[in-house]
């Protein structure tokens, strides 16, 4: 993809998706606000494998499906 998108966009066109972007928008509290999606997948090891592949010099992950609260998560 090459069009920016925001983050509400994201969400609407990739439900339950681990989404890797290029270059994001961020808030003064370095919030995602959007960006140019370069890969998305269920699979968030995959995500990671194309993250290493691409090496982009500035990028960001979202997820946009639900965490239940048992589900722990090491950044």
């Known amino acids: ?7 509400q966009e994201i969400y609407r066109r990739f439900h339950s998706e681990w989404i890797l972007l290029e270059d994001p928008q961020l808030s003064k509290d370095l ?18 494998r194309k993250a290493m592949q ?3 010099r500035h990028s960001a ?6 965490i239940d ?5 090491v950044l």
């Not at 993809?1 to 983050?7: K, Q, V």
């Not at 999606?37 to 990671?48: A, G, I, M, P, Q």
């Not at 992950?61 to 639900?66: A, E, I, K």
């Open 54 to 56: 691409l090496q982009l």
């Open 61 to 66: 992950r979202l997820f946009t499906g639900t």
């Open 31 to 48: 919030r995602v606000l959007g960006g140019r999606v370069v890969f998305h997948s269920s699979d968030r090891d995959e995500l990671d």
């Open 1 to 7: 993809m090459t069009e920016i998108l925001t983050t």
């Open 69 to 73: 609260a048992e589900t722990a998560i």
